[in-house]
């Protein structure tokens, strides 16, 4: 039988190393199915909403570093995706969408659900092309795939559902080679003046990032060799917290103080493979270095003094043979001895609540992360979920840890699981789940039973918007709009077909975290967590701390000292 475009689309795929799509079907992809339906080697993963499978996929590429595809069909259908396509987006993940189009003759008569993709999608991608005659087939895929994975990025292709049953012009994929992965390294000029200025400096901070992933080894040879305390940027938790000697935590509004000091205290600040966005974070007096694999990175949140493209591991590995011992370790072992006094006062945090007292949600990322298996995948929700994965998770270079934390998108962590668990069927994936962003995407806890996944889903109920809350306080507003009436979760999952699960009291948690974590198929458990946890950051900014007081001050006028008692109970009197 002769090869249409639709299966030509697929054949390229699986070529290129696809071995899933996340969507959900529509009239317009019809020939794009079918043409799956055919084959053993590529699956259809059916989600419950499209925003979910462009999630999805972006956690499939994170976690595998490869192309990973989502697709949606005319209109409403691929419409959906934009949201999880932004994450994919703003994470530099390679992801592929194939957004199919209204028939092509209709193109531009305001037809049923006509809307244009390739404005749509223009934003949020580094490339996005309408495929209109069977001749683009499969060149404009190809493009799009390359683009995707050498940019790091979206590609859109959108494709009418008449074009993609045409019969195809070419027959086969047109480029068989491997990804190139070539060696990007500063010139030998550039690394021995940068050799020069570290040898010149006695107080060195390094603020890592996820660019030093594979990294790790240098990474930390290198900060022996400065004496230098590591901060690391959320993206690189998972990369760089592990096995390292000289590690201060994070900085940042959920950081830690030892982070924030050992980067304000610095003389010479060296970023690697960073995009840690906060300016008001970084030191204004030091000498600051970066270094990243793209060009245009460089600068961009804080003055540098010296910028150097080139891989983070290509460049340190370069790097190393030029320096030498610096031979002063007050400034580390001050960052040490800081940082052990802030993980000492987060742990004071994270503890068991007598009886029905309410339960910290910090005790409950405490126990999830010693109870895990040694490489779980977490996925954490835009949210407080954020703050006690940076703090409380541990990373070990085999664990992963996934959010929206470039893009900011509540409703991330259960469709990032799902993307996690098709990818490692044979890995634990937990949800960090709040109760807001949950409840977003809650149709997808329904793919868990299609897609017989065993996500773990924790659901931190404080009955609110509780990150809203946090930001309107320290704005020095009341609160408003951040109530959630929330049903019960753990019914819910069992009418979905899954293990549900809550712990009432802090006791409980450890037992029920244990039963899910240990229950072969998906399970929920929902626990009721205190709203009024404060996350200080580790420095108090004046604005921020006259926003602290007025909110008191309004409070009290308000007749809500109760609130003001409850948050001094929690936070203040433990
Ligand atoms: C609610 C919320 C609160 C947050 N609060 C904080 C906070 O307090 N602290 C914090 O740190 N983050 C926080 N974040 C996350 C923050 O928004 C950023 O996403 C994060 O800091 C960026 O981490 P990164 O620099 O490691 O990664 P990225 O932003 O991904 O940057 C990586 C950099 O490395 C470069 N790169 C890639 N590959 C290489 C390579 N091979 N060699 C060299 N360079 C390379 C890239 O070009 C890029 O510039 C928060 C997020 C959320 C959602
Ligand atoms: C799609 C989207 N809508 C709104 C926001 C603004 N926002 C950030 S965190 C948050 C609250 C999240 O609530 P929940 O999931 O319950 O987590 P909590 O902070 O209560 O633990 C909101 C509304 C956002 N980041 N993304
Ligand atoms: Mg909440």
Not at 27 to 43: Q, V
Not at 426 to 446: H, K, P, T
Request: with cysteine.
């Amino acid at each position: 039988m002769a090869k249409n475009v639709a299966d030509l689309l697929v054949e390229v795929l699986v070529e290129a190393g696809v071995q899933r799509i996340h969507g959900v079907s529509g009239d317009s992809l019809n020939g794009i199915t079918d043409s799956i339906r055919t084959r053993n080697d590529i699956e259809w993963v059916h989600a419950r909403h499209e925003e979910a499978a462009a999630f999805a996929a972006g956690a499939e590429a994170h976690l595998t570093g490869k192309l990973a595809v989502c697709a949606g069909s005319c209109g409403p259908g691929n419409l959906h995706l934009i949201n999880g396509l932004y994450d994919c987006q703003r994470s530099r993940v390679p992801v592929l969408a194939i957004a199919a189009q209204i028939p092509s003759g209709e193109i531009g008569s305001g037809y049923f659900q006509e809307t244009h993709p390739e404005h749509l999608f223009a934003q949020c991608s580094h490339y996005c092309e309408l495929i209109s005659q069977p001749e683009q087939m499969p060149r404009v895929l190809e493009i799009a795939i390359q683009t995707a994975i050498s940019r790091r990025g979206v590609a859109v292709i959108a494709i009418s559902g008449d074009v993609a049953l045409r019969d195809a012009v070419e027959q086969a994929a047109r480029l068989r080679f491997a990804v190139p992965k070539p060696t990007v390294c500063p010139s030998e000029n550039e690394l021995n003046g940068l050799a020069d200025l570290l040898a010149r400096s006695k107080r060195i901070t390094i603020l890592a990032g996820a660019g030093c992933a594979g990294a790790h080894d240098e990474l930390i040879e290198l900060a022996g060799r400065l004496q230098a305390p590591i901060v690391h940027a959320m993206r690189g938790k998972e990369f760089i917290e592990y096995d390292n000697p000289f590690d201060v935590g994070m900085t940042g509004l959920l950081g830690f103080s030892s982070g924030y000091q050992a980067m304000m205290s610095c003389e010479t600040l060296l970023m690697i493979g960073t995009d840690f966005p906060y300016q008001q974070f970084f030191p204004k007096n030091a000498t600051i270095v970066q270094i990243d694999l793209r060009g245009e990175q460089i600068g961009r949140r804080s003055k540098v003094d010296l910028g150097l493209i080139g891989d983070a591991k290509a460049t340190l590995l370069a790097l190393l043979p030029k320096l030498e011992q610096n031979l002063h370790e007050a400034h580390l072992s001050a960052a040490l001895d800081q940082y052990r006094r802030a993980r000492k006062g987060l742990e004071e945090m994270a503890t068991i609540s007598s009886g029905n007292a309410p339960i910290h949600p910090q005790y409950v990322a405490r126990l999830l992360d010693n109870l895990a298996s040694e490489d779980a995948i977490f996925t954490c929700d835009v949210g407080t979920p954020t703050i006690w994965a940076a703090r409380y998770l541990t990373m070990n270079g085999k664990r992963r840890l996934l959010g929206s934390f470039t893009h900011g998108s509540m409703a991330n962590a259960l469709p990032q699981a799902i993307g996690a668990q098709v990818s490692y069927p044979g890995r634990q994936v937990i949800s960090m789940s709040g109760d807001g962003g949950f409840a977003m995407l809650m149709g997808d806890l329904l793919t868990l039973r299609q897609q017989e996944l065993p996500v773990k889903v924790i659901v931190f109920k404080n009955d609110s918007l509780a990150f809203v809350e946090l930001e309107m306080k320290a704005a020095g507003i009341l609160e408003f709009g951040t109530d959630l009436h929330n049903p019960d979760f753990a019914k819910i999952a069992e009418g979905a077909g899954l293990l549900g699960l809550r712990a009432n009291t802090s006791d409980q948690v450890e037992s029920v975290l244990a039963e899910a974590l240990q229950y072969d198929g998906p399970a929920l458990v929902e626990i009721p967590v205190s709203r009024q946890e404060l996350s200080m950051p580790p420095t108090i900014t004046f604005e921020q701390a006259k926003g602290f007081s007025l909110f008191m001050m309004k409070a009290v006028l308000n007749g809500r000292g109760d609130e003001i008692i409850d948050l001094a109970r929690v936070n203040l009197l433990r």
